[in-house]
């Protein structure tokens, strides 16, 4: 069964504290592995898109990994701002997309 | 760019009744547009498919009768949910997307539904 679990479900940081968000996937022949960050009472915002395994990229102080199970999301440094929800979501061969149920993120200043 | 809007932000209706949410990319024209469903601390759940001038796809288990997409132009799609109920309350969420894909979308800002 095609599958996507985030963990944890929420986490509080120190400003300047980096740290990572996880996120596993159980997938038919994956297309694509997106990264997006949610404010409370809005839509999601479109951070990254992964396709293959070691494939990175970086924004900010987020940077994004993929391996063949899990992807990360990396937090360098956080500041107040950038608390909010991260969701991933994959795309799966059959061109389904199934997302997680996000991670809380919270960094006090 | 890549500004997508929803109205109304949020309804709230009785039991019975219709609700329509508009769904519009402002700056762009959009091929294709998703529709979501999103229930407190769940996941994101993809209801519908629609492309401008044809029928939307529906994902399993989504009454097609029950919430009515129509993408009548590059650049609006509605979501009608009829004969409302207390379990279709929900946070709807569309996006929008140039490349008929789920790569690059840009969703809009959501449609709090409440139904008493």
């Known amino acids: 069964e095609d599958q996507v679990t985030q963990s944890p479900e929420a986490l509080r940081l120190q400003e300047g504290e980096s740290s990572s968000l996880n996120c596993s996937y159980t997938v038919s022949g994956l297309r694509g592995l997106f990264w997006y960050r949610q404010d409370p009472g809005k839509g999601p915002e479109f951070l990254f898109t992964?396709?293959?395994a070691g494939e990175e990229k970086e924004k900010e102080r987020l940077k994004a990994t993929l391996t063949k199970k899990e992807s990360f999301l990396h937090i360098t440094a956080p500041k107040p701002e950038d608390s909010a929800t991260y969701l991933c979501?994959?795309?799966?061969?059959?061109?389904?997309?199934?997302f997680g149920t996000g991670t809380r993120l919270t960094v006090i200043p | 760019g890549a500004v997508v809007s929803q109205h109304p932000s949020w309804v709230i209706c009785k039991s019975g009744t219709s609700v329509k949410i508009e769904c519009r990319s402002l700056d762009f024209q959009a091929t294709t547009m998703f529709w979501y469903r999103q229930f407190p601390k769940q996941s994101l759940m993809l209801m519908a498919t629609?492309?401008?001038?044809?029928?939307?796809?529906?994902e399993q288990g989504v009454e097609k009768d029950k919430f009515l997409i129509n993408h009548a132009s590059l650049t609006l799609s509605t979501l009608t949910v009829t004969s409302a109920h207390p379990e279709d309350s929900s946070f709807y969420i569309c996006?929008?997307?140039?490349?008929?894909?789920?790569?690059?979308?840009?969703f809009g800002p959501g449609t709090r539904l409440t139904v008493l």
């Open positions: 992964l396709y293959s």
């Open positions: 629609s492309n401008e001038g044809s029928k939307a796809t529906y």
């Open positions: 979501a994959a795309q799966t061969g059959a061109n389904n997309l199934f």
């Open positions: 996006s929008a997307s140039w490349r008929s894909s789920y790569n690059e979308q840009f």
